[in-house]
């Protein structure tokens, strides 16, 4: 919840999931959602399955993590980095083959339902990012 909390907060997902409890200042949407998600998967698979989905989809928002640090790096726009690791890009790297060697090691069903879930997630991202665009004034 934490995290689709902290994009809609950015305007990258769906304001409606940014919104808190009137009371206890909660992500309220966010669990909402995240709950549902996870209601519909323990329901239409096994424990072991709807884990190997849930660890398929960090690894995979960690590698693209992984991916944009040298991109970063590379930019004059972006701002210095308050750390900085030395070997960054070798690290980057590594835990890119790494996450590639895990994925290309994983059942093809869960790695099918994975791949549908990270494109079910950028498909929303991309079309509340072209919102927020298009909302803007030219």
């Not at 997902?13 to 549902?36: F, G, K, N, W």
């Not at 693209?64 to 750390?83: E, G, I, M, N, Q």
Request: contains cysteine; positive net charge; aromatic residues 6%.
């Amino acid at each position: 919840p934490r995290l689709l909390f902290a994009m809609a907060d950015n305007g990258e997902l769906p304001r409606v999931l940014s919104r808190t409890h009137a009371r206890y200042q909660t992500p309220a949407a966010a669990i909402i959602v995240t709950a549902a998600a996870a209601a519909v998967v323990a329901e239409f698979s096994s424990f072991i399955s709807a884990l190997t989905i849930s660890t398929i989809v960090r690894l995979v928002a960690y590698m693209a993590t992984c991916v944009a640090l040298p991109v970063l790096r590379r930019k004059s726009d972006v701002p210095a980095p308050v750390f900085s690791t030395p070997a960054g890009r070798i690290a980057s790297t590594g835990a890119v083959a790494l996450g590639v060697w895990l994925l290309s090691n994983t059942a093809w069903a869960e790695l099918r339902l994975g791949a549908i879930a990270v494109i079910l997630g950028l498909a929303v991202y991309l079309a509340s990012v072209r919102a927020v665009l298009s909302s803007r004034p030219s």
